[in-house]
């Protein structure tokens, strides 16, 4: 992360970083270029990214990079976004984690429209580009959903005994 953020800054654009608290001991994620805003949780920070980002893109990493872009897919596949995801697959770093979703797919755990939700490129310039044509299609069944926070409000059940 901090060498994609130095070169982001050093080529005058906008950063921002959004950092879990307990990384920012003993400077864990080292000197911030830009503007940092210091959550509570990786949940909040997660939150926050959806919130302020246009489109997530992924480059090569480990478990919490994966997590988190396994966790915007699921949130765009229950239409809580609609923003594009990208994997920057940088010789071939995500091949076998491509094929493993497109096995899924096979399998019917994943259905096809789904899976269009996961972009990959060689190339940033590529990735951009499918990024930015990106169009989401809601799977009909979960279109359905609501996910303001009065829908989050649990309902009064009628637990009434009726014989």
Same mark, same amino acid.
């Given at each position: 992360?901090?060498?994609v953020s130095t070169a982001v800054a050093q080529?005058?654009?906008?950063?921002?970083?959004?950092? /879990?608290?307990?990384?920012?001991?003993?400077?864990?994620?080292?000197?911030?270029?830009?503007?940092?805003?210091?959550v509570a949780t990786m949940q909040e920070r997660?939150?926050?990214?959806?919130?302020?980002?246009?489109?997530? +893109?992924?480059?090569?990493?480990?478990?919490?990079?994966?997590?988190?872009?396994?966790?915007? $897919?699921?949130?765009?596949?229950?239409? +809580?976004?609609?923003? /594009? +995801?990208?994997?920057?697959?940088?010789?071939?770093?995500?091949?076998?984690?491509?094929?493993?979703?497109?096995?899924?797919?096979?399998?019917?755990? $994943?259905?096809?429209?789904?899976?269009? +939700?996961?972009?990959?490129?060689?190339?940033?310039?590529?990735?951009?580009?499918?990024?930015?044509?990106?169009?989401?299609?809601?799977?009909?069944?979960?279109?359905?959903?609501?996910?303001? /926070?009065?829908?989050?409000?649990?309902?009064?059940?009628?637990?009434?005994?009726?014989?």
């Open positions: 992360m901090g060498c080529h005058e654009r906008q950063v921002l970083g959004i950092i /879990p608290s307990a990384f920012t001991i003993n400077n864990l994620v080292g000197e911030t270029c830009g503007k940092e805003i210091k997660l939150v926050m990214m959806m919130e302020l980002s246009d489109a997530f +893109i992924a480059l090569p990493g480990g478990f919490c990079t994966l997590e988190e872009l396994f966790q915007m $897919i699921s949130w765009a596949q229950l239409n +809580i976004h609609n923003k /594009p +995801i990208g994997v920057l697959n940088i010789n071939g770093f995500f091949n076998g984690l491509l094929s493993f979703v497109d096995h899924a797919v096979k399998q019917e755990f $994943i259905t096809p429209r789904a899976r269009k +939700i996961l972009i990959s490129a060689t190339t940033a310039d590529e990735l951009v580009d499918k990024l930015q044509a990106f169009r989401f299609e809601s799977d009909p069944a979960l279109s359905k959903l609501k996910w303001s /926070p009065s829908s989050s409000q649990k309902e009064k059940l009628d637990l009434t005994l009726r014989l």
